[in-house]
Structures are given as C-alpha cells and as structure tokens.
C-alpha cells in the first residue's frame, strides 16, 4: 500500500476519528443475516470493539436497506474508512453507496464538516499523487458516490491546474469520453429500455464540455482522435455520428 500523505487529508483523517469517536450502531440493528453474521453486528453495535478492515469495507458497500439506521452504522465504520482510504487500501466507488445513501449532508453540522473536510482532502491529495497505488477514476468514483453528485469532485478539479491535475484530466475523459456519447438507457417492466432524461451523467458531460475540453485543447498534445469525439459530444445526441459509415 501506497498511503496518500498530505498535511490536509491527516488532518481530516484524526478529524473524523475525533467527531465520531465512541459512535456505534443502534442497539437494536439487526443488519441483513444473509450478509452479517451475528458475531459481527455485535461488534458494530459495541463503540469500543475494534473492527476488523474487510469488516469495515463490507459494510462501506452496503445499500441503505440492509440496515435499520444506515446513519448510525456508517457514523460507526467512518474513522477506521478514513484511514484504510488515507493509508492505500483499495476503496472504488461501491465503497461510497453507505455513505452516499446515510444522507450526511443532513446530519448534525460539525459530523457533517468532517465528512465533507475528509472527501474533500482525500480527492485533493489523489489530483496532487503523480503515482497513486489505485486510479484516479476509483478515487473520482468512491467520493461521487459518497456526495450524491460529481459537482463537488468536479469544482475541486477546476481549482487543481498544476500538471499532475492535467495529465489525470487527460487520462480521465479519454477513460469516460465513450460513455459519455453511448445512449443512456433505463428499464421498467412496463417500458423496457427506454432513453433516460434526464441523463445520469449530465452533470459530468456539462463539465466536460465546458471546463475540461478546452482545458484539454489548450495542452496541445491530445490524440486528435479525443479532440474529435469531444466535438461530437458538443452536439445534440440525435446528430452525433451523423454521416460516419
């Protein structure tokens, strides 16, 4: 493991462990007895009981609906999450569906601030790592998931302009330029596939368009064949394409 080092994500780590320090899950939490032995649960609802790491990431991955305060449990998994991600282990963006789905935006303000500080932190120390043990997009993925929206992850890349932020920018729409143009699809017993509107991925396309295409133009040195397709996505999907054999 490779930890990201910076003063700033240290600190949101020891943040977090402070803010939630002695947090358990409710006393009643049953969890999912498909997923959890009850060996386990116990040790969630016991704010003193150290927790093993694959514990820790097992749960970090659970839909809401395996839990009965899905609040309560990420508020008791967060210190050790923080430090597993500052310290290298692997988190993607599955990592990020408790989180995401505990709503921490609502919870009280000071638990809130060291959430947002630590995604925060964690994203900015990724974009400044020339050699990062994990990719980028993985980081991109766990911190989208865990804020409900790329918009914050995206607003800290416009701040971070130095060359390590650029090549990640490079590598990064070159990596999603392709579903960004495919069809967006949903499915409903009822309709079948179908077009989704609003797209998922509206707020990223916007973003690529206006921030880091010309952001990407202004290096010089991208593939033609990106430039090219960064063009087709400034068009309405209906003329994307449109006389390509």
């Known amino acids: 493991m490779h930890p990201l080092t910076t003063p700033e994500l240290a600190a949101a780590v020891a943040r977090v462990a402070d803010v939630f320090a002695g947090q358990a899950a409710d006393r009643q939490e049953t969890g999912c007895p498909l997923c959890h032995a009850e060996s386990e649960i ?125 090549a990640y920018l490079l590598d990064f729409v070159e990596d999603s330029i392709d579903d960004l143009l495919a069809p967006a699809l949903t499915y409903t017993p009822a309709e079948g596939w179908r077009p989704a509107d609003p797209r998922p991925d509206a707020e990223l396309s916007s973003w690529v368009l206006h921030h880091a295409a010309p952001r990407i133009r202004a290096r010089g040195d991208a593939d033609p064949g990106l430039l090219y397709r960064l063009d087709q996505l400034a068009l309405p999907e209906e003329q994307r394409w449109a006389g390509t054999p």
């Open 42 to 166: 116990a040790l969630l609802r016991d704010p003193g009981a150290p927790l093993p790491d694959d514990l820790v990431l097992y749960v970090a991955r659970e839909v809401p609906s395996h839990w009965d305060d899905t609040a309560a449990m990420m508020r008791r998994i967060l210190p050790r999450l923080a430090a597993l991600a500052a310290d290298g282990v692997h988190i993607d963006g599955a990592h990020g569906l408790g989180l995401g789905g505990a709503h921490w935006q609502q919870w009280p303000g000071h638990q809130a601030e060291a959430v947002r500080g630590f995604l925060d932190a964690y994203w900015t120390a990724a974009l400044r790592t020339s050699r990062p043990v994990h990719t980028l997009y993985d980081v991109f993925a766990f911190c989208e998931e865990a804020h409900g929206s790329p918009v914050p992850c995206l607003a800290r890349w416009e701040s971070e302009t130095g060359p390590v932020a650029d």
